[in-house]
């Protein structure tokens, strides 16, 4: 298996569906189940690679975005650019800069400019 054991292995794609039926959920509008099931994929994170942890973060993110949690959806922004920056310094660009945009776009909610 790949240097993996059969548990790891299971657990791995256990989170994977979790994900999965998260992304379901949110295609169609639920939230709440959504979030419910990127939180027990993440709770699985030790069985997934950096780039499946922070995909997934931020998919947790946009939810708590789109209910109004903006404190904690900046939250999972900032554990996913620091798992970026901390375990993948070859990351993809286009990850990196989805990552700045939803900083960016959550602190403009909670640091509205001076007008």
């Known amino acids: 298996m790949n240097g993996i054991n059969d548990a790891e292995f299971v657990l791995s794609h256990k989170s994977k ?67 970026c920056q901390n375990e993948l310094p070859n990351a993809n660009s286009n990850d990196i800069v989805e990552i700045e945009e939803c900083i960016k776009r959550v602190t403009s909610y909670l640091c509205p400019p001076d007008t």
């Open 17 to 83: 569906c979790y994900k999965a039926i998260g992304d379901c959920y949110c295609q169609l509008g639920d939230n709440k189940e959504a979030l419910k099931n990127y939180t027990l994929a993440l709770n699985e994170n030790i069985h997934l690679r950096p780039d499946e942890y922070i995909n997934i973060l931020v998919c947790t993110g946009k939810i708590l975005e789109a209910t109004n949690q903006s404190e904690a959806a900046l939250s999972e922004y900032i554990r996913a650019a620091e798992i």
